[in-house]
């Protein structure tokens, strides 16, 4: 047995564990804005008057400014982070505005102060993931990061179904009684920002920033400075550099997929009913395969693994121009679970064993820019097309191109030494 095999067996630490639980209270918002949320903007679109590819190009739109938002503003909270201390104190700020924004989504709103809020309340959220990414190197050692970041994906997805469920039954037996949409998803709002934060109060305990870049905040400018500076130092990191050009094509393909499917199913007339519990099959799907991914990593090399769940998004892609029935869609949600959190485990993972460790908060801030930014580029590509030919079947067959590209220079940083280019 290898040492690395080995050293992954150990029992997992307090804080790995606190970590991981963070990943159990954030998946609750991701899957209620991949589920519900579009279901309920429908259906304040609808009354709006907007027409259904006009509802699924404007929710597009407010996906795509709030990862260009975070693309802008990753970066910066990143390179503050890597002062000492930093880390945790805006990692608590950037929870607090996503849960507190999330909970102002209970008000009666029209669509458009519906987006307002979702976008503040998402750009809390994926900033605090920029900061949640970076602890990785501070939490547990290279050898134990893909397994490591493997559980917080696999749990996530199971834990996220228990509030999604209680979220659901609060829906869908409310309807029966009589209380209006807008109270039930009051309720399902609650019940979710309780358990983001409840989940998020033992990191914020136990969190002890080990690695930093300096001792003090300094200026905005030298912040600026210092990132530009790791920006042009990446040259010197190839295999770091190859890698995220490549986790900006394939990673685009993967969250837009996540963030439109249920948005797509009901522009195409499938029921809503079978859409949300066809996604809570995702989520038990993802359970296992995460893990089970995260146990391949001890026995495969990562990149092998990536490339494995880069082809199956592309097949999965093809799959789904077609769909136009629930059974379609239910085969779809299987398929996009068995490599959901695989690709994402372990691309966290393969980057964070790139880079500097007293710069991870700087190099995450990068890393976000290419994945949960570059997403722009796909809900931009699906909201377009779908708006310019009222097909979106066309808009989703672009996504193709995306993890073709993403494949190819993948398979170029797999091939470069992990030794520093100088």
């Known amino acids: 047995m290898t040492d690395k095999a080995r050293k992954s067996k150990y029992p997992l630490t307090k804080l790995e564990k606190a970590w991981i639980g963070y990943d159990i209270g954030n998946s609750a918002f991701t899957l209620l804005v991949s589920t519900i949320f579009p279901i309920y903007f429908n259906s ?15 929710w597009g739109y407010a996906t795509a400014i709030t990862t260009l938002i975070v693309a802008i503003l990753g970066p910066i909270f990143g390179a503050m982070a890597d002062v000492r201390g930093k880390k945790k104190k805006l990692f608590a700020m950037t929870v607090a505005v996503g849960v507190l924004t999330m909970m102002a989504l209970m008000l009666p709103l029209s669509w458009f102060q519906f987006l307002v809020f979702f976008i503040i309340a998402r750009v809390g959220y994926q900033a605090s993931l920029v900061l949640y990414d970076a602890m990785l190197t501070d939490i547990t050692e290279p050898e134990r990061m893909s397994r490591v970041s493997s559980y917080g994906y696999a749990l996530g997805y199971i834990g996220s179904t228990v509030p999604f469920i209680l979220s ?11 209380l209006t949409m807008q109270f039930r998803m009051g309720g399902a709002i609650i019940i979710n920002a309780i358990w983001w934060l409840a989940f998020t109060i033992p990191l914020y305990k136990n969190f002890e920033q080990k690695y930093y ?3 003090t905040m300094g200026s905005l400018g030298q912040v600026f400075r210092g990132l530009g500076k790791t920006i042009l130092d990446l040259r010197h990191f190839k295999k770091a550099f190859l890698f995220l050009i490549a986790f900006f094509f394939y990673i685009d393909g993967v969250y837009t997929i996540i963030d439109m499917a249920v948005a797509y199913g009901g522009s195409l007339g499938l029921d809503s009913t079978q859409l949300l519990l066809a996604l809570l099959l995702t989520q038990f799907v993802a359970f296992p395969f995460a893990l089970l991914f995260g146990k391949l990593s001890n026995k495969y090399d990562n990149g092998l693994l990536i490339k494995v769940c880069i082809v199956a998004y592309a097949l999965i892609t093809l799959f789904a121009v077609q769909l136009d029935k629930v059974w379609e869609f239910w085969f779809l949600a299987v398929c996009v679970g068995m490599f959901q959190g695989g690709v994402q485990a372990l691309s966290r993972s393969y980057f964070a064993q790139s880079i500097p460790k007293e710069k991870s908060g700087e190099y995450f801030g990068i890393y976000d820019i290419f994945g949960k930014g570059a997403s722009i580029t796909g809900t931009m590509m699906v909201s377009a097309i779908s708006q310019a030919t009222g097909r979106q079947n066309l808009g989703i067959l672009a996504l193709v191109i995306l993890f073709i590209f993403g494949f190819y220079f993948f398979a170029k940083a797999d091939k470069v030494d992990r030794e520093v280019i100088v």
Do not use: N, T
């Open 168 to 178: 659901l039954v609060l829906i869908l037996m409310g309807e029966k009684i009589g």
């Open 213 to 215: 870049a300096s001792e």
């Open 44 to 58: 304040l679109a609808e009354g709006g008057g907007l027409a259904p590819h006009m509802a699924l190009a404007y």
